[in-house]
């Protein structure tokens, strides 16, 4: 049987790397696969992570529809024994269903790759989608660490280093901060609630109470 899996964490924890390993693995096994992504930080129709890889892939826009490619490649003599579906979070609701749908009408294994908040600390409508509809959800066990050397369990976004809570839901970023651009940092919740970023944390405390040595 097939199953619709969602893998999550918070960034920087090495969900893109598992989505391309995932797809090396199975093609290793002679399986046909397609690749789909939304919004990636490399730019549009590629998968990559921060360690470098990058793969192409099918960028998903709000029309896309998961059914549909799939049907009219089934149709045209192709062949999809799965789906790989990084970032997933910025799916719409509609499109998740839509992959539930080949799983359960089609038997074609989907595995989702996402967060599931955002730097409110609030679920993206995709993540909540598949929250309700997964098979399994697995929280990759690669923990990412916030500055304090705490378990980073939020999404923080970043202007200037200083920690903002207001503005759109989606706008692409990475983790270096760079003067006024837009950033994103993961935080133990403890800092999340109080704002305070590496940057803050630089500028405000003493390297005595820094972790690591004072190296942030």
């Not at 549009?44 to 099918?58: D, K, N, P, Y």
């Not at 910025?90 to 269903?97: G, H, K, M, S, W």
């Not at 503005?167 to 990475?174: F, I, N, R, S, T």
């Not at 651009?181 to 500028?203: G, I, S």
Request: glycine share 8%.
């Amino acid at each position: 049987m097939a199953d619709l899996l969602y893998f999550t964490g918070t960034m920087d924890c090495g969900k893109s790397t598992l989505a391309l390993q995932m797809d090396h693995n199975h093609k290793a096994r002679g399986r046909i696969g397609r690749i789909f992504t939304s919004n990636d930080r490399a730019g549009e129709s590629t998968l990559s992570s921060r360690l470098g890889l990058e793969a192409e892939a099918i960028e998903v826009r709000p029309d896309f529809d998961f059914w549909q490619y799939v049907v009219d490649e089934l149709t045209q003599g192709g062949r999809i024994d799965y789906v790989v579906c990084d970032e997933a979070q910025f799916y719409q609701a509609e499109q998740v269903e839509q992959l539930a749908r080949l799983v359960d009408e089609l038997q074609i294994d989907v595995f989702c790759f996402g967060i599931l908040t955002d730097f409110r600390a609030r679920m993206f409508p995709g993540s909540a989608r598949l929250v309700e509809l997964a098979d399994r959800m697995e929280l990759l066990q690669v923990e990412a660490l916030c500055w304090c050397g705490e378990r980073a369990t939020h999404n923080a976004r970043t202007v200037g280093g200083e920690m903002v809570t207001e503005g759109e839901q989606l706008v692409v970023g990475d983790m270096v901060t760079n003067a006024a651009d837009v950033a994103y940092e993961v935080l133990c919740r403890r800092h999340h609630r109080r704002r305070l970023t590496a940057a803050r944390a630089r500028a405000t405390l003493s390297p005595e109470v820094l972790p690591f040595g004072g190296a942030l």
